[in-house]
């Protein structure tokens, strides 16, 4: 199509921090219509509609049928799993003009059971997968960055049903492969997988796949070692305490003004991992009190206390009301009717510094295997650390990363089919609950990212495989009869070939014309002017530079065609094999 | 895919009072999940996909852009049209966790005015249409017939912007024969276009695309002399009402407790045509009443009434409050609060019966022109009836029957780009609102008529345009290793030509086999079986019985493909030129 034609503009701002929303506003990708919630313009809804069909093609190929879920739900559907009152303000609760409780879909693992319940009663009909492309909505608290985090969005979701654990590992690395063949095919063969932790959707196995950049809000660890890796929540983190030769006994110091580990540490002059740090949250539910102990050099990992508490958390914030004297909290002397927990970075630790329990003294010489009760549990509840054990191959070699999440995969077991009821007879005729694996990926979060990991100053670099258009047609001075002559046949040829064209024929500058290329960031462009007709010639260049040059005009058909194809054959070379 | 896999059962069961509804039931296509929200099975979702990828063709054919607005939207962007005090309940109201009113799309003219809104402000980017497919949610109160009228849909709305009415009415017309060309692309090429009521959607001109069934909700006339079409609410009522030789003095009679049109009639020995009837409304602001009169015979068209009063209504519920006797209601002598209005039926009628405004009485000889005062208005609120005068052609030849709505295409002119102040700089440098047109499918309601319009008592006769499959494999005693061969074969070869195959081997009986093969509908059907392979043969034969019969099995997959590509061509030739 003509460039003219496309509804929006390109813009010059850059009003955001994140380098993909400005480059997506700019270029006529997106339109907030409110908080976390965008219209979509052609040239966002063509690499939608690639990507889906990417989905498609890769959910078909590990036996996926697709199906349709409602995005508004009963209440009563929630309900049957406990999640209605589970889950917190993200899903959006609201009531329908008969006063009957709904809610948006923001992830449709009962709708899926609902689906399935009753029409897969017989061991026969296993194992099956089913899969949508739908809207989902999700009320979050902190949308941000165009359609990185947003609350409405498309998303590609899952669900398979097996009769044992080993079949439902056994298509999860099916699916596990698909992941990884759908980043290639999308132009990003750099997504990495990694472990995660569960969360609210059950199941233990689960994992997210992640594209490493900077304005990821994710940590992830990884091993250059040995390959390991995992999100900062489903990573253990090993501390190796070497114990002082000598042992030093508790000895009550003055501390006077100094709270803060920093500020203790260096009038005592010791590193802060010679300290025992309190740290203190309070239970949402009923507002008790959890107080930890760790090094004083380690940081607290939320998602680790809330899976070891069952229960959600937030920091303390009034603590007096535990009898805690904040700045000078101690594992020793203790009276609160806090739980109190204790880091495993604490386990192995000697002669640490501590609150006294009281304002202005701390303890000097604290060794926790001498001075806390025998039986003391260490638990795992701190955050791995840049250069810290590898849990895989224990070497000092982890490195943390920051990272977006571009998809999941979670074997569910049977969190939801028991929860519902939904059973098969077996082959002895015994009714038992199916074993459920669930597999998603964010349409839009997907677009924005790989425009995030590929792009320069002056638009995407989108790959070719998802581009809005493969090729640019870029006619300088179209009222020149030649160019338009040259020009009109070209994208006739092209578009007969099949080739996604766009025509620019606007009596605008080059450097106006080149710049809203740039940023709709077709992957072939040709130009033709005056200028490279009298050389007989088109210039055919990349939009990421990897190429330039002249053409002759009457070989510029099968040249564009050539390159579109090797730049493909560039995408799938690193597309894995199916399994 | 195999028939065994695919998620869903066959049953027998007739629940509902609408055969598509127990087709689409009973073959696993749908399935509920609250009042008017269903899920869709593979075989409903492969029609969709088909309809949708028409959809895509036709839209992109007249110039389309496809583009994506959100389901769920700020409540500001509907205050900006008025609309969201304007529509009732059916346009579902809540708020988010931050307490902002939002509402779930209905349809979508304010998302594409905000959309286009400061990215078209020159004439030189008119026109242009934008179009999605999306989850529409309409708080529907009877939803009913399974996906014929359900309160979640997705549907693929358009919305075109002109700089003249001109240009609108060009485009309008373009839009009208590319739906002319979708109706019959899925099989369906008589639907016909009947002019409309625009109702809530502002602008003048519109029409309703129409399935004519008897369990259609619409009432639609016809001209068969001229080719008229109106549904019901644009249809103009006319009314020859011949004066009677002799006029007769308006004379009070005792009816007693004859209330009704028939039994005053009855007693006084008039046909109902010689009555003047009273029907009350109370209008939904304020409860204040409306009265019209009207010929005894004929009824009153509530959007008609809407549209004169330009306020929604309701049947009146309790006449006494405005000073009227209920039975005995008359147009002379009358003492009301009411508005009263005349229908047209009553201009140029005699010597009618009417209610004396007392009780048991009634009068005789009422005739309007002579009774009423001067300069009386009489207006067109009733409906039109079968045998009646076509407002055309002037015949005596209205049939009126059932239809089912599957789409409609308004002129909208300016009534959201003037509201929301989107306007473009014209040719002179002035500033002027643009012109709009918009254009809607129902996709499951689509689907459903096409289930009505097209099916046996044994299942649907889907088009072979939109079929879930196109072909299937029947391999009756699979167990039998020539037929599994034959069959295997046979799926193949058809899979590696792109067809589109189901494959049923599994051990049930043919009768088994067959009902459910009936019910996936697929318009191709290839039966394999020892007794056929000791012909040497396959049994190939159509889902609607036009043609069946022995097939050589070396012949076979060259003989599907030229059914299917025969079916095809046979949907094609119903289908007009673009334009």
Not at 203 to 222: A, N, Q, Y
């Amino acid at each position: 199509m003509k460039v003219r034609s496309i509804l929006g503009e390109r813009f010059k701002e850059r009003a955001f921090d994140i380098e993909s929303q400005n480059l997506m506003t700019r270029g006529g990708y997106i339109k907030q219509v409110g908080n976390g919630i965008y219209s979509l313009f052609t040239p966002a809804k063509r690499i939608q509609n690639k990507i889906e069909a990417i989905l498609r093609e890769e959910m078909d190929a590990i036996d996926g049928q697709e199906v349709l879920f409602p995005v508004v739900m009963p209440a009563t559907l929630w309900q049957s799993s406990g999640r209605f009152e589970s889950i917190g303000k993200e899903l959006l609760r609201f009531k329908d003009r008969s006063g009957a409780d709904m809610v948006l879909g923001m992830t449709h693992e009962e709708a899926a059971v609902q689906l399935a319940m009753n029409v897969a009663g017989t061991y026969q009909k296993y194992p099956f997968m089913i899969y949508q492309i739908q809207t989902k909505f999700r009320d979050e608290p902190r949308a941000r960055g165009g359609l990185i985090r947003v609350r409405e969005f498309t998303m590609k979701d899952a669900y398979s049903f097996h009769t044992s654990q080993e079949d439902l590992e056994r298509y999860y690395e099916r699916a596990y492969r698909a992941y990884e063949r759908i980043y290639a095919r999308a132009g990003v063969p750099e997504v990495i997988a990694v472990k995660s932790d569960s969360g609210m959707m059950g199941g233990k196995v689960s994992h997210e796949f992640m594209l490493l950049t900077d304005i990821g809000e994710d940590s992830i660890v990884t091993c250059p070692e040995c390959g390991f890796r995992a999100n900062m929540e489903a990573c253990e983190a090993i501390t190796e305490n070497e114990a002082d030769a000598e042992l030093l006994p508790m000895t009550e110091v003055f501390t006077g003004e100094a709270h803060t580990i920093d500020d203790v540490g260096q009038m005592l002059g010791l590193p802060n991992e010679k300290s025992c740090k309190a740290v203190v949250y309070q239970r949402n539910a009923d507002d008790s009190y959890v107080l930890i102990f760790c090094r004083g050099d380690r940081e607290i990992n939320e998602t680790k206390l809330t899976n070891y508490l069952k229960s959600e958390i937030h920091p303390a914030v009034d603590i007096e009301n535990a009898n805690l004297h904040a700045g000078n909290i101690g594992p020793v002397g203790l009276t609160t009717t806090a739980t109190v927990l204790f880091d495993r970075t604490l386990a192995g630790a000697t002669n640490l510094v501590c609150g006294a329990n009281k304002p202005e003294y701390h303890f000097t010489g604290f060794t926790p295997a001498r001075d806390l009760p025998e039986g003391t549990e260490f638990i795992d509840l701190s955050k791995a650390v840049e250069g810290g054990v590898c849990p895989n191959c224990g070497k000092h070699s982890l490195k943390i990363n920051r990272g977006i999440e571009v998809g999941n995969i979670f074997q569910l077991g049977k969190r939801y089919t028991e929860a519902m009821g939904m059973t098969y007879d077996d082959e002895n005729g015994a009714r038992v609950n199916p074993i459920m694996g669930c597999y998603g990926i964010g349409v839009g979060r997907l677009i924005a990212s790989v425009c995030e990991a590929h792009h320069d100053d002056y638009g995407p670099l989108w790959p070719i495989t998802i581009a809005p258009w493969q090729v640019e047609i870029c006619a300088l001075r179209a009222n020149d009869e030649a160019v338009k002559a040259a020009a009109d046949k070209l994208y006739e040829e092209l578009q007969n070939a099949g080739v996604e064209v766009l025509y620019d024929d606007r009596p605008v500058s080059a450097g106006f014309m080149f710049s809203d290329a740039d940023l709709l960031g077709a992957p072939v462009r040709v130009v033709i002017s005056p200028k490279t007709l009298s050389r007989g010639c088109f210039e055919l260049t990349a939009r990421d530079k990897s190429f330039g040059g002249d053409v002759a005009v009457e070989e510029a058909k099968e040249a564009v065609i050539a390159k579109i194809r090797e730049l493909t054959e560039a995408v799938n070379a690193k597309v894995p094999e199916r399994m």
